[in-house]
Structure formats: structure tokens, C-alpha cells
């Protein structure tokens, strides 16, 4: 039998809780991967994509809800099955919640990356029940992997991308005034040259100054800036930051302080590990401040993956955390982020 993942405890204050959302025994699906997670009137919930391994037929989308202290055992929600019998993988779920309206899951359907197209669901039960699948409109995929946004006046700016032979990996922002009803979408930010980026995160640092973090195959994390609430974007640029082509998340705190989670490695380590946080100010220096999965002495990375990790800040200023491990299960972590210097 497969040994047991243990959860090594994280001696740092910040950390208030730390958990598998499923021990390795109790694994309905071999594989899993692309975590999201949000809170719905005080319930944790979270969700990925499962099943034999990505790009299989038979990868649905998974959901695990925290109350009473503990997640329930996790459930299929949606799945790739067409009218006509035939069967896609699901990809990259995010959960996000509109002021004042019901959950909403997002999800992309398709063969791969460069044919899916964009689905949601709704949830009046913070995620207990679904509503039936609505495909999003042609153009349109959603969030690709980090949260929307919503700003003051109610609109949300969700950040997504495409992957493409010809353009290549190229970001673009889609925008709701109606809390998800109806969607626009800008044209590219990048031109998939200089840099291939995909899976935006969006950063508010207040008055209408947005920072868009990417992830690229250009071993940085790149960024764009918007000075009008993500009306028009700058040129994209290198950060300080090593990417190893690995999904990054981000949050703007309270304190007016950026929170990065990423892989602070270039493209030769090739693993996905460790799995470290970052602190800003003006989101140009960053400050690599606690490794939530360290390299660890005499263990041999290769093979370990800690990655795709999504981030959320709860409004009463704790931040969740739900993450890939090792593709066998996914690792919460609650965390304090005023105890992070």
C-alpha cells in the first residue's frame, strides 16, 4: 500500500490551521490537480479537477465543503459528458462569490487548453447543491485559473487567457457589470512572443491602480499595470520573480501589503517545489517571507510537486490557501497574514 502523507506541522505563528482536504486512503479519483477555494457565508469551500489523470475522459470537477471543523467527503459535480454520449476532461475550476449573489463554480470542457470552452454553475447553498451547467458565451472562457475581482462599484474583472499554435500563450481580462450575468472581454495583452504568459492573477493596490502577475515559459513571473481599473493595461514586463511554467495566485491584504504564493524556481529545477509566499509593498520588491512546502534535507525532489496553489482573503482578514499535493491530495492551509513580516 501507497505510504500516507503526513502533514509536517509549519512551526511559524502565522499558520492557524493546516490539513488534507482527503488523507491518500480515502482518494475517490487517482489523481487530482487545479484547486480553487472561497468562503460562502462562513463555509470553506473548495474544489479541483479528478480523475485517472489530466487530459483523461473520465476528469470531473470536485467539491469538499469545511463545517464543523472538518471537510465532507469530497463530491462530482460536473463532468465532460456531451448530448450526443461523447466525453471531454474538465479543467481548472475557480469558485467565486459576487457581492450580495449566489456562489458561482467556473470550469472549462474540452480536449485541451487550445480547444476548451467555459462553463459555470451556481450554488443558493454555499456549495451544498448545484445548479445546472450554463455555457459561457463564444469568446468568453472565465477565470483560467486565479479569482475575478470585484471592484467598488460592483464590477468584476476576471483574469483569463488562451493557448494557442499560432498566437501563442497570450492573457486578456473579461469584465461583468451585472455580477456574471453578461461578460466583455479585451483584446490580448501580450503578443505571445516576447512573452508566453497565461493565468493572471489581479492585484489592487487602491484608486484604481491594478497589477496583473503571470505566469510565463519565460522562467519570470511577468506583469502589466493599469492605472484606470483595468481600462487599459501597460506594456508586460519581467518581475524580480522565477517561474518554473507553474501556476501562481495573490492577494491584496488589508494593510495595503501584496501576498504571493508561487514557486520561487526557475525553469531547470523543472519540479514544482518548494512552495514559498512573498510579501510587497509596491509590487516590485518582493520578499520571500515563509516556504509552506520547503525542499526539504535527504529528500529527493524529484517527482514531488506542490503547485497550483489559489488564494483567498476571507473578510475577516484570514487568508485560505488550498493547493496541489503531489497530485494525490489537495493541502489547506488558514493562515494569519498580519503574523507575516
Known amino acids: 500500500m501507497e505510504k500516507l502523507p503526513q502533514v509536517i506541522p509549519l512551526d511559524h505563528p502565522a499558520i492557524v490551521e493546516q490539513a488534507f482536504i482527503y488523507e491518500l486512503d480515502k482518494a475517490l479519483t487517482p489523481e487530482c490537480h487545479a484547486s480553487t477555494v472561497e468562503v460562502s457565508n462562513g463555509t470553506v469551500v473548495a474544489s479541483w479537477f479528478g480523475g485517472t489523470k489530466e487530459k483523461n475522459d473520465d476528469v470531473g470537477i470536485w467539491v469538499s465543503r469545511k463545517t464543523d471543523g472538518s471537510w465532507s467527503t469530497p463530491v462530482e459535480v460536473a463532468n465532460g459528458i456531451q448530448d450526443d454520449g461523447s466525453r471531454f476532461p474538465c479543467w481548472n475550476p475557480v469558485l467565486f462569490k459576487p457581492k450580495g449573489q449566489p456562489l458561482m463554480l467556473f470550469y472549462k470542457v474540452g480536449p485541451d487548453p487550445k480547444e476548451w470552452w467555459g462553463l459555470y454553475m451556481t450554488s443558493n447553498d454555499d456549495g451544498k447543491t448545484w445548479s445546472a451547467p450554463t455555457m459561457l458565451p463564444d469568446g468568453v472562457l472565465g477565470p483560467i485559473k486565479n479569482q475575478p475581482i470585484q471592484l467598488a462599484n460592483g464590477e468584476i474583472i476576471s483574469p483569463s487567457s488562451t493557448e494557442s499554435d499560432e498566437d501563442g500563450w497570450q492573457i486578456h481580462m473579461e469584465h461583468s457589470s451585472d455580477s456574471g450575468k453578461t461578460w466583455h472581454r479585451t483584446e490580448s495583452l501580450n503578443d505571445g512572443k516576447e512573452f508566453g504568459a497565461i493565468q493572471p492573477v489581479v492585484l489592487d493596490y487602491g484608486d484604481g491602480k491594478l497589477q496583473l502577475l503571470s505566469r510565463t515559459e519565460n522562467e519570470v513571473i511577468s506583469q502589466n499595470w493599469s492605472n484606470d481599473y483595468g481600462k487599459t493595461w501597460d506594456k508586460m514586463t519581467a518581475t524580480e520573480l522565477p517561474n518554473p511554467n507553474s501556476g501562481i495566485d495573490g492577494v491584496s491584504l488589508k494593510d495595503g501589503r501584496q501576498l504571493l504564493i508561487y514557486n520561487p524556481t526557475g525553469k531547470n529545477w523543472g519540479d514544482r517545489v518548494p512552495l514559498s509566499l512573498a510579501l510587497s509593498t509596491d509590487g516590485k520588491k518582493w520578499n520571500r517571507v515563509l516556504d509552506l512546502e520547503p525542499l526539504r534535507e535527504n529528500t529527493d525532489k524529484?517527482?514531488?510537486?506542490?503547485?497550483?496553489?489559489?488564494?483567498?482573503?476571507?473578510?475577516?482578514?484570514?487568508?485560505?490557501?488550498?493547493?496541489?499535493?503531489?497530485?494525490?491530495?489537495?493541502?489547506?492551509?488558514?493562515?494569519?497574514?498580519t503574523k507575516l513580516k
Open 302 to 337: 524529484e517527482g514531488e510537486e506542490y503547485s497550483y496553489p489559489t488564494m483567498l482573503l476571507a473578510d475577516d482578514g484570514m487568508v485560505h490557501i488550498v493547493y496541489t499535493w503531489n497530485r494525490k491530495t489537495v493541502k489547506y492551509i488558514k493562515l494569519d497574514p
